[in-house]
């Protein structure tokens, strides 16, 4: 038998948070002209790295600006 209630066998383990992120900036109602550059900023906790994408369509469509961005950085700088 695999398991013997005479001498169950004890082991501990940590059951650890969801990965978390925050869009800081933008955060609503910016007006970015097209020529000047623009942080993108977050917070995150447990992410490895980030794909940023844009939409200009509601989110219909998406276009990437940038995969595999660390997210430690919690910063992009933006080209527009």
């Given amino acids: 038998a695999l398991y013997n209630a005479a001498s169950p066998v004890n082991r501990s383990f940590e059951v650890t948070g969801l990965p978390e992120l925050a869009l800081t900036s933008p955060n609503g109602g910016e007006v ?3 020529g000047t550059q623009q942080a993108i900023t977050w ?3 447990r992410v490895n790295a ?3 994408e844009y939409s200009t369509n509601a989110g219909t469509s998406w276009t990437t600006l940038a995969s595999n961005v660390a997210a430690s950085s919690g910063t992009y700088s933006w080209q527009i």
């Fill in 32 to 34: 970015w002209l097209w």
């Fill in 43 to 45: 917070t995150s906790d």
């Fill in 50 to 52: 980030v794909t940023i």
